[in-house]
């Protein structure tokens, strides 16, 4: 006999319970700023995606209130009947010239963004080569597909020179490698020139989510092709909805996969297309990326990076591997890692923790990210607590 559904639950929970990894929903009770008012408790917030704080800024606040006004508070209606508005090939036509590619179709997440191109692209007969720490909506979007799927070791270029080795007689018709540009748990860049070189030689199809490079890295933000001076890839995914403020993904590459997709991208071709106050914010904050105040709002994001992850290294803690913004605080139990983020929490900074099975077993950590918005106070006290708490639980 089936256990009934709720005692089925309790078992599931009272699992994670056990593990110390159980958690109720954080409740932001405001704006997303550099200070914030979480569960009723003003904190240092350093778990925001908000990386230029553009979610807050007065001209993308401005567009979405004009589009509302002029067309109102959705479309009514899928893309391929009547939810493709003007303002929404605007967008596409804007991120494509941002991407320096020749199309793009905007999604409603990054993570549908993946699944709709992944979906349309890979097919029985073909290959994905996936390196093993990229997202789950990539690893998501795989298991979606009918295509073979390889993986290679984290960045390892001569484990991904092996598998492409292997499989060059095997007569795929597309063999598609596949990587995260800036990885969300350790903040490392994927080595694209290496994959590029590799890519042209064995004769397959690249792609990169810039899920945090959109916004962060490469000129005015435009992603890690963009960082490396490459020319030659294929398929770029982003969000946005971290470093852009607003919501939504994108797909840029070559006229020819936009068409396809519009045939053949399930999230495309079943979902309600974006408000058009969320499309005009992301316009907007495309426009402001590309200009002097969007340059400095990036630089300002990297001097703040640089300036605490500096800092926390001098404390003693271990940040890994981390060459961006996100800049983790390994401490390897999960437990331990879900108790220092409540320590650092009732000191006054939010840095969520983080556990398998999101990182290894042993790779428990709090995740944090600065903005540019946080100012040199807030870091400067934010370490100041670092140090509290990491000496109180030994961690330091």
Known sequence: MPVPFEQYLDSRLDELRAQGVFRSLRELQGPPGPRSKIDGHEVINLSSNNYLGLATHPALKAAAIDAIERLGVGSGAVRTIIG???????LERLLADFKHTEAALVLQSGFTANAAVLGSVLEDGDLVISDSLNHASIIDGIRLTKADRRVYAHCDMDDLERVLEEVKDANYRTILIVTDGVFSMDGDIAPLPRIAELAQHYGAVTMVDDAHASGVLGAHGSGTASHFGLKNWDIHVGTLSKAVGALGGYVASVSKLRQLMEHRARPFLFSTSHPPAVTATCIAAINLLRSAEGQRLIDQ?????RMFKAGLTSLGFDTGISETPITPVIVGEGAKAM????????????AQGIAFPTVAR???????IVTATHSQTDLEEALNVFETVGRRMQLI
């Open 301 to 305: 994001l990297w001097e703040n990076a």
């Open 339 to 350: 108790q220092f983020s409540d320590e650092l929490f009732k000191a006054g900074v939010f």
């Open 84 to 90: 493709t508005m003007t303002i929404h090939e605007e």
């Open 362 to 368: 042993d790779k428990g950590r709090v995740r944090t």
